[in-house]
């Protein structure tokens, strides 16, 4: 009887974590993508970029939402099964509120190796992978983005102004190129044309004048008839180098473990040095350790099965909690800031989260003998 009990409330619980996850990355996820959107219209890349990018985002969206995901859920689904009398279930079948809590424990465990999965493995892969889509996209929606009388920076060191446009056919266009710093460009046309297909964006000048300047500032001027400049040679403005919270987990621990030994690391990946040890801590620890605050907010959740709904402080005690998780939860992402590159500092803020879930366990114990 008592393995279907939590048989059925196991079944619960993830069917209401499973739908306010669901719910909480899906809102950020629209949100997020919206502003995506000016990887389209202001830095040239092709629709099919930009939703493969927003997908490679949500692997993210679901680790930075999943401790909210858990406390909305199970505060719910607890004040749900007190306001039903299905906790009665529980205690007239024999089931200690300790037990009940060690058995919650041991399925926060299932679901603290899922974040885990997500948090090292999933979401730095996904990040990473979105981070090459974007360094290889070659500016598909570019010229589409020229328009009349605007000045147009979207690809970097490179700025083009036009006074009319009849489809690919443009009037009067005014281009400086400073992707050369030794060698500064300034392009004056009558008129020009682009050729704009999959493999090739040649934007073809006629009638028009090249000025350079040099270090020196000293200008020399040349008189073309035409000329062609290849787009496909410059970049886009979008940071294409690889972030921290972008890198293998492995890669990060490698450089740790290298830099605390005094050893030489190399990596296509990260500028292995001291300068970033501190954000390579940091980013571990919110990949490894925060997961960990599952087991303090399950614990706080489970304060609410001490006091029975007809209890007159019920509503309090039940507010109480609720702001106590929230704090935890704004702690653990507050928490990761405290991490540097000392290792003794890093030792004691680690040491943080087994000493508050053992307070709060030992204390549900006592408050749990004294409430039955």
Request: hydrophobic share 45%; proline share 2%; glycine share 2%.
């Amino acid at each position: 009887m008592k393995k279907t009990i939590f048989k059925k409330f196991y079944l619960d619980a993830l069917k209401a974590f499973f739908v306010t996850s669901f719910t909480l990355v899906s809102i950020t996820w629209i949100l997020q993508a919206v502003n995506f959107l000016d990887f389209v219209s202001e830095d040239g890349h092709s629709l099919l970029t930009y939703f493969k990018y927003s997908f490679y985002n949500i692997p993210k969206i679901f680790v930075k939402t999943y401790l909210l995901a858990f406390f909305i859920s199970f505060y719910y689904l607890l004040i749900n099964y007190e306001n039903n009398n299905q906790l009665l279930i529980f205690w007239s079948n024999g089931i200690l509120k300790t037990i009940f809590l060690k058995k919650l424990l041991i399925f926060v465990i299932f679901l603290y190796l899922i974040f885990l999965f997500f948090s090292f493995f999933l979401a730095p892969f996904s990040q990473n992978k979105a981070r090459f889509l974007i360094k290889k996209s070659n500016l598909e929606f570019f010229p589409s983005l020229i328009k009349e009388k605007k000045f147009i920076d979207t690809v970097e060191d490179f700025t083009i102004f036009l006074e009319s446009k009849n489809q690919n056919q443009l009037e009067n266009i005014l281009i400086k190129d400073s992707s050369n710093p030794n060698n500064i460009q300034i392009i004056i046309s009558q008129n020009g044309s682009l050729l704009n297909n999959d493999n090739q964006k040649i934007l073809t000048l006629n009638n028009g004048k090249i000025i350079n300047t040099n270090l020196d500032k000293k200008n020399t001027i040349l008189n073309f008839e035409t000329t062609n400049i290849n787009l496909n040679q410059y970049s886009t403005k979008s940071v294409t180098d690889f972030k921290v919270q972008e890198l293998s987990s492995l890669v990060i621990v490698e450089c740790i473990f290298s830099l605390y030994k005094n050893r030489n690391f190399d990596s296509e990946e990260i500028n292995c040095n001291k300068n970033f040890l501190d954000k390579l801590n940091q980013e571990m620890y919110e990949r490894l350790f925060v997961p960990m605050y599952l087991f303090i907010i399950s614990i706080i959740v489970t304060y609410l099965i001490l006091k029975p709904h007809n209890n007159i402080n019920y509503n309090m005690w039940k507010y109480k909690i609720f702001l106590f998780s929230v704090i935890v939860i704004i702690l653990s992402e507050l928490s990761v800031n405290v991490v540097s590159d000392n290792l003794n500092k890093n030792l004691a803020v680690l040491l943080f989260l087994p000493l508050i879930f053992v307070f709060l366990y030992f204390l549900f114990l006592k408050k749990s003998s004294s409430s039955t």
